[in-house]
């Protein structure tokens, strides 16, 4: 059973530098079960322009969801997930970590700033294509995400 509440598309914001990573993460997700809205910043500065409606983005709803790469140009996600969960308006949107570290001190840091969930990327293409599979399975058909601000 779907259990989105409406057939309002899921809004979802990945914050990633990688074009083979957002060129996978569009193609699993158009194949979703749950109709969705997938945006793309590139940096940690775009994240933020387009979460605070700057720079061309005054239409832009609130994601519902936010993946989020550690190691992004010009701001990277550690001090991006801390904007978000100090700003009143957006510290409630679940935000996924999805990086390559592996490290225990990213993992804490990440947690200890309030990230929702961390996932750390497979570099095999076959595991990477099911761990996005699985994002789309659990967090936008299961998880009942809270509604917009």
């Not at 983005?57 to 100090?86: C, Q, S, T, W, Y």
């Not at 409630?92 to 970590?97: F, G, K």
């Not at 599979?133 to 058909?141: I, R, T």
Request: aromatic share 6%; with cysteine; glycine share 4%.
């Amino acid at each position: 059973m779907n259990m989105q509440a409406s057939p309002k598309p899921i809004e979802i914001l990945l914050v990633e530098d990688n074009p083979a990573d957002v060129r996978l993460m569009e193609e699993v997700l158009r194949e979703s079960k749950v109709v969705n809205n997938l945006t793309v910043a590139e940096d940690g500065i775009a994240a933020m322009a387009v979460l605070r409606r700057e720079k061309g983005h005054a239409g832009f709803m609130n994601p519902d969801i936010i993946l989020l790469d550690l190691n992004l140009p010009k701001k990277d996600g550690r001090e991006v997930l801390a904007e978000i969960k100090e700003d009143p308006r957006l510290k409630r949107i679940p935000v996924i970590i999805l990086t390559t570290s592996n490290a225990g001190e990213d993992i804490s840091r990440s947690y200890a700033l309030h990230a929702n969930c961390y996932i750390t990327k497979p570099f095999d293409l076959d595991d990477f294509i099911n761990m996005i599979k699985a994002f789309d399975n659990f967090w936008l058909f299961h998880v009942r995400l809270p509604p917009q601000a």
